[in-house]
């Protein structure tokens, strides 16, 4: 990305140098030599982190300052240190970190899958036809692979091995060989 000083130049708008010469929004046409002889500088703009897994800003200079977010729970304490208790449940609140946020999604996901074919217990209940084989074997499916996904969120000992749960597996050539663990959900109906 280029930059004039400390500020970034955007591709496509205008911008004023120092001694006042205003450039015009095409600016990007110009050959590197150019740009460079009007005081601009190429640099490497940092890869934007990961909001799945980092907490982030952004420098002025273009780079991140990116936090990891707690696999953990996170017990809250006031600002002496005192455990906060929910008045309702008598027990600490915490701030959830990702494998419950994760294992929450995965609960909310099969829920949904779920409820796709709740028409036909509804239907055997009011009627006394029988589930279709193969909707008992969709939902057992489901559950079975909500089951897996949680213990394998559950299993994660740092953030490397939780971010692997979302690496799709590939081929000798780069194609795609099945799903991302996290999402190895069974195929619809």
């Not at 971010?163 to 795609?176: R, S, T, Y």
Request: net charge negative.
């Amino acid at each position: 990305m280029w930059k004039y000083k400390d500020k970034f130049i955007k591709i496509g708008r205008a911008w004023t140098d120092a001694s006042g010469v205003q450039h015009p929004a095409n600016w990007n046409i110009w050959s590197d030599e150019e740009k460079i002889s009007k005081g601009l500088v190429w640099v490497d703009v940092e890869p934007h982190p990961d909001s799945r897994f980092y907490l982030f800003s952004q420098n002025k200079d273009g780079t991140y300052k990116t936090t990891p977010k707690a696999l953990e729970d996170i017990p809250t304490v006031d600002d002496d240190g005192v455990p906060v208790i929910d008045p309702d449940t008598l027990v600490q609140l915490s701030t959830p970190g990702l494998k419950s946020v994760w294992i929450a999604q995965i609960k909310q996901t099969q829920g949904s899958l779920l409820s796709q074919t709740d028409w036909a217990y509804i239907r055997k209940q009011d009627t006394g036809i029988e589930v279709p084989t193969d909707i008992q074997t969709y939902r057992d499916e489901v559950r079975l692979a909500a089951g897996t996904i949680e213990d394998q969120i559950s299993q994660c000992a740092d953030l490397d091995a939780f971010k692997a749960l979302f690496v799709v597996p590939v081929d000798a050539n780069g194609d795609p060989t099945g799903n991302a663990p996290i999402y190895n959900w069974p195929d619809s109906l």
